[in-house]
């Protein structure tokens, strides 16, 4: 079975400052996706960021990007330049890829609080 | 944006009586999911429903859960005899089915039992 690990219960940074949050997986699948979610105070489930397994390429967007180490099966998330906005709890998640409409494997979640 | 919608988005009930929760997915996607979050806690997968039948299901989806699609736009779960630890915000997500693709979640219901 897969299974998703955020070691970080907790992170804080300042506004405008950069932070990195960590995921680690673990899967005997090649083919998968993985992404980032993020769960602010009134509980919605947001999509921050996703990226293929198949892909070197690490996803970006806007100001968030992936470090995707496939080899060490970890997946973090930066954000940069933090805003007040960003701070939320975030839950990478796993997919698997060979069956259409496969269940997303959560982590724990990692709160972030963003200081002015 | 098309978006996923659930109702109630709070529901309080008393300890085994039965709830229906509802969730009106995207109108082209294909597949349906709901997962359960126990506050404090992660997301955990329910169950997924494809072609008018469960497709997958956890370890938490028992015999005291079903669903359904009565119609062409609702999905429901429901949840008989409830207990108190079924306490906890349930999400409704559906998807195209095209792993590529991210499962769009909606608002969620709280779920209250007394």
């Known amino acids: 079975a897969q299974t998703v690990t955020q070691s970080q219960p907790e992170m804080s940074v300042q506004e405008a400052e950069t932070v990195t949050l960590s995921c680690t997986y673990d899967?005997?699948?090649?083919?998968?996706?993985l992404f980032w979610y993020k769960q602010p105070p009134s509980r919605q489930m947001i999509l921050v960021i996703r990226?293929?397994?198949?892909?070197?390429q690490n996803a970006t967007e806007n100001r968030f990007s992936v470090n995707f180490q496939k080899a060490a099966k970890s997946f973090s998330l930066k954000i940069s330049d933090s805003q007040l906005g960003d701070a939320a709890m975030y839950f990478c998640a796993y997919q698997a890829g060979e069956t259409s409409g496969s269940r997303l494997t959560f982590g724990e979640g990692t709160q972030l609080t963003v200081n002015p | 944006e098309p978006e996923v919608t659930q109702t109630p988005s709070h529901q309080v009930t008393q300890m085994g009586q039965e709830v229906i929760l509802r969730c009106v997915p995207i109108s082209n996607h294909l597949y349906f999911y709901w997962y359960r979050q126990i506050l404090g806690q992660k997301v955990e997968f329910l169950v997924s429903?494809?072609?008018?039948?469960?497709?997958?299901k956890s370890e938490i989806f028992d015999d005291q859960f079903s669903v359904e699609r009565p119609d062409g736009s609702n999905f429901t779960l429901k949840i008989r005899s409830t207990k108190l630890e079924d306490s906890a915000m349930y999400f409704c997500?559906?998807?195209?089915?095209?792993?590529?693709?991210?499962?769009?979640f909606g608002d969620g219901t709280r779920l209250s039992i007394l």
């Open positions: 990226q293929e397994a198949y892909k070197q």
């Open positions: 997500a559906s998807s195209d089915g095209r792993n590529n693709q991210p499962q769009h």
């Open positions: 899967t005997s699948e090649s083919d998968y996706y």
């Open positions: 429903f494809y072609n008018n039948e469960i497709s997958e």
